[in-house]
C-alpha cells in the first residue's frame, strides 16, 4: 500500500512531514513498533514511534530508519530523519489503523469475535473454538495461552497482541482458510487501542472486578476501557453478549444497541431451564433466541455454565444452531490451567487437585466456591499474590481463602522486585478467621493457615496433609510456567510442583 493513500487515509488526524517527491511512489509492505524487529534489507517498513510508560519509541526512530524503515509514524517531528514522517496526535489509533490497512483490512474478511471482562474470557474461547470445530468452521484462537490456527500454535506473549501483530496474524489466518476467529481483548489492549483496527461480529462481556486497578486507577476507568469493544469497535448489526447476572453487565446492557443477555439469576434472554452442578460437570438446557441448547459438559462449577452461555450466545449470534453447539459443548474435555484436574494415582489418600489460574478475590471465590460445591471432605488451598502490581486485592484473597478453605497455605507468586514475605503479610492481613499453624509441626492440622514462602514446599505441604474425600487448589499461575523474581524468570509448573508432590507421596 502506498504512503501517500494511508496518510489520506488516517486524515485529518494526521499530517506528512519532510515531504519528498518520492512519497508518492513508496510502497509500505510492514508495519513496526520495535526498532530491533527490522532487519537490515527489509523493505516497506514504516516505523512507529509509540509513546511508553518507560520510553518514548522516537527515542529509537533513527535506529529503524538505519535498519532501513522508509516512513516512521510518530506523535511529533524528529529532527534529522531523513524519510518521510507520518504525524498523528493519537499515535496508537493511528498505528492499529495503518496495521489493518497494511495487512488488508482481515477483519473483514473474517467472522470475529471478541471476549472481554475480567473473568472467564480463556474458557469462552476453548468454548467458542471447539464448537466452531465440531461444526466443521475453521477457527483461529488469540487469548492468554496461545495464538493458534490450521494446525500451528505459538506461546502468547501478550493476550491481545501489539497491532501490527494483531492484523499480521489475521492475515495470515485468512490465507491458511480459517473463517472464524475468537478473540480475548483485554483492557490493556483496548485502552492502547491494540484491537482498534478490527470491526468485530460478535463480542461477549463476562463480568467486572477488582483487577488491573494498579493500571485504571478506578472501576469506573477499568469499564470504560472494557466498554470500548461495544460502543466503537463492533461491525453494523453485530450482536453484543452480556452477563446480566453482573451490575457492570446490567450497565453495558442499557449503553449498547442490540444486546443479546445471559444469565442464570436475571430476567436474561439465554438461561437455563433446568441445571445441576456436581462432580461430574455441568448439565443443563439452555433457553436460547435460537432455541434450547443442551449442556453435558465436563467443566466444573456454576461460573462456567455462566461462560458456557456465553458461548452460547456467540455462537448463536453467528449462526450456529443449538445442535452444533451442543455438540462442540460436549467435546471440550479441559481448558489448561482453569479448574484443571491433576491426576492423583494410586497415592494411598482418596483425594482430589486442580490448579487454577485465578488470581484476584472474585475469581478464587469462585473456583473455590464450585470446588465447595461438590466437596465431600475438606478443601485446601495454596495461593499467592504477584508483585508490583494492584496491592489491593491482597488481602481481599486472603479474606476469600479463609473463608472458603478449611486450610490455607500463603505462598509466593511472582514476586518480581518486591520482598514475598512482605507480600504475604498484606495477603495475611485479610484473614479474620482461624489460626496459623506452624507449616512443619507434626501435630495434626484440621484447619487454620500458614505461611511457606517456598511455593514448591507449599504445594507439597498441601499435598501431605490432605486426606480421604479432601480437595486440593493451588491457585495464581493455571497455565503459567514460571516465577519471576527481581528480574530473573525461572521456570516453574504448578501443574508439574502437584504433579511431582503426589508422585512422590505415592512412593511412602
Given at each position: 500500500m502506498r504512503l501517500k493513500d494511508i496518510i489520506s487515509a488516517l486524515k485529518p488526524g494526521a499530517q506528512c512531514v519532510n515531504w519528498i517527491d518520492a512519497t508518492d511512489e513508496i510502497e509500505?509492505?510492514?508495519?513496526?513498533?520495535?526498532?530491533?524487529?527490522?532487519?537490515?534489507?527489509?523493505?516497506?517498513?514504516?516505523?512507529?514511534?509509540?509513546?511508553?510508560?518507560?520510553?518514548?519509541?522516537?527515542?529509537?526512530?533513527?535506529?529503524?530508519?538505519?535498519?532501513?524503515?522508509?516512513?516512521v509514524l510518530a506523535r511529533a517531528a524528529i529532527e534529522g530523519l531523513k524519510v518521510p514522517q507520518v504525524i498523528a496526535e493519537d499515535v496508537r489509533g493511528a498505528l492499529a489503523k495503518t496495521a489493518s490497512l497494511v495487512y488488508g483490512e482481515p477483519s473483514k474478511k473474517l467472522r470475529l469475535a471478541g471476549v472481554t471482562g475480567t473473568n472467564g474470557k480463556t474458557t469462552i474461547t476453548y468454548l467458542l473454538e471447539s464448537i466452531f470445530n465440531e461444526s466443521g468452521r475453521a477457527s483461529g484462537v488469540m487469548g492468554t495461552i496461545s495464538y493458534r490456527y490450521a494446525g500451528k500454535s505459538m506461546e502468547a506473549p501478550h493476550t491481545t497482541p501489539e497491532a501490527p501483530d494483531l492484523q499480521?496474524?489475521?492475515?495470515?489466518?485468512?490465507?491458511?482458510?480459517?473463517?472464524?476467529?475468537?478473540?480475548?481483548?483485554?483492557?490493556?489492549?483496548?485502552?492502547?487501542?491494540?484491537?482498534?483496527?478490527?470491526?468485530?461480529?460478535?463480542?461477549?462481556?463476562?463480568?467486572?472486578?477488582?483487577e488491573h486497578l494498579d493500571y485504571h486507577k478506578t472501576?469506573?476507568?477499568?469499564?470504560?476501557?472494557?466498554?470500548?469493544?461495544?460502543?466503537?469497535?463492533?461491525?453494523?448489526?453485530?450482536?453484543?453478549?452480556?452477563?446480566?447476572?453482573?451490575?457492570?453487565?446490567?450497565?453495558?446492557?442499557?449503553?449498547?444497541?442490540?444486546?443479546?443477555?445471559?444469565?442464570?439469576?436475571?430476567?436474561?434472554?439465554?438461561?437455563?431451564?433446568?441445571?445441576s452442578l456436581d462432580g461430574s460437570g455441568i448439565k443443563a438446557v439452555v433457553a436460547t433466541p435460537a432455541g434450547d441448547v443442551s449442556v453435558n459438559s465436563l467443566l466444573a462449577g456454576e461460573y462456567n455454565?455462566?461462560?458456557?452461555?456465553?458461548?452460547?450466545?456467540?455462537?448463536?449470534?453467528?449462526?450456529?444452531?443449538?445442535?452444533?453447539?451442543?455438540?462442540?459443548?460436549?467435546?471440550?474435555?479441559?481448558?489448561?490451567g482453569?479448574?484443571?484436574?491433576?491426576?492423583?494415582?494410586?497415592?494411598?489418600?482418596?483425594?482430589?487437585?486442580?490448579?487454577?489460574?485465578?488470581?484476584?478475590?472474585?475469581?478464587?471465590?469462585?473456583?473455590?466456591?464450585?470446588?465447595?460445591?461438590?466437596?465431600?471432605?475438606?478443601?485446601?488451598?495454596?495461593?499467592?499474590?504477584?508483585?508490583?502490581?494492584?496491592?489491593?486485592?491482597?488481602p481481599m484473597m486472603g479474606e476469600v481463602s479463609a473463608r472458603l478453605s478449611d486450610i490455607t497455605i500463603i505462598t509466593s507468586d511472582n514476586p518480581r522486585d518486591e520482598d514475598p514475605l512482605e507480600i504475604i503479610k498484606e495477603i495475611e492481613a485479610g484473614i479474620t478467621g482461624?489460626?496459623?499453624?506452624?507449616?512443619?509441626?507434626?501435630?495434626?492440622?484440621?484447619?487454620?493457615?500458614?505461611?511457606?514462602?517456598?511455593?514448591?514446599?507449599?504445594?507439597?505441604?498441601?499435598?501431605?496433609?490432605?486426606?480421604?474425600?479432601?480437595?486440593?487448589?493451588?491457585?495464581?499461575?493455571g497455565h503459567e510456567d514460571y516465577q519471576i523474581v527481581k528480574g530473573h524468570k525461572a521456570h516453574f509448573s504448578d501443574f508439574e510442583a502437584l504433579s511431582h508432590a503426589i508422585n512422590e507421596l505415592s512412593k511412602e
Open positions: 509500505i509492505t510492514r508495519v513496526a513498533y520495535d526498532s530491533r524487529a527490522i532487519e537490515r534489507g527489509n523493505k516497506g517498513v514504516i516505523f512507529a514511534a509509540i509513546p511508553g510508560e518507560h520510553e518514548d519509541g522516537s527515542s529509537f526512530a533513527k535506529d529503524a530508519v538505519s535498519r532501513g524503515a522508509v516512513a499480521s496474524f489475521l492475515k495470515e489466518m485468512t490465507e491458511h482458510g480459517v473463517t472464524h476467529v475468537v478473540m480475548e481483548v483485554s483492557s490493556h489492549a483496548l485502552y492502547q487501542k491494540r484491537a482498534h483496527g478490527c470491526k468485530f461480529d460478535v463480542a461477549v462481556f463476562t463480568n467486572l472486578t477488582h472501576m469506573d476507568e477499568y469499564y470504560r476501557c472494557k466498554a470500548m469493544l461495544f460502543k466503537e469497535l463492533l461491525k453494523d448489526g453485530a450482536k453484543a453478549v452480556i452477563n446480566t447476572d453482573d451490575a457492570w453487565g446490567r450497565r453495558l446492557n442499557q449503553e449498547v444497541a442490540k444486546p443479546l443477555s445471559y444469565g442464570i439469576r436475571s430476567n436474561a434472554e439465554i438461561h437455563p431451564k433446568t441445571f455454565l455462566q461462560n458456557i452461555m456465553a458461548a452460547i450466545g456467540a455462537a448463536v449470534s453467528l449462526g450456529c444452531t443449538p445442535d452444533e453447539i451442543s455438540k462442540g459443548i460436549t467435546a471440550l474435555k479441559r481448558v489448561p482453569r479448574l484443571d484436574k491433576v491426576e492423583c494415582g494410586a497415592v494411598g489418600k482418596n483425594f482430589i487437585a486442580f490448579i487454577d489460574y485465578a488470581h484476584t478475590a472474585d475469581a478464587l471465590s469462585r473456583a473455590l466456591g464450585a470446588l465447595r460445591a461438590i466437596a465431600k471432605g475438606r478443601v485446601i488451598t495454596v495461593f499467592g499474590c504477584g508483585g508490583n502490581r494492584d496491592r489491593a486485592k491482597r482461624g489460626e496459623r499453624f506452624e507449616p512443619w509441626s507434626s501435630a495434626a492440622v484440621l484447619n487454620g493457615y500458614t505461611v511457606i514462602a517456598d511455593r514448591a514446599e507449599a504445594v507439597k505441604k498441601a499435598v501431605s496433609l490432605a486426606r480421604d474425600k479432601d480437595i486440593i487448589l493451588v491457585a495464581g499461575k
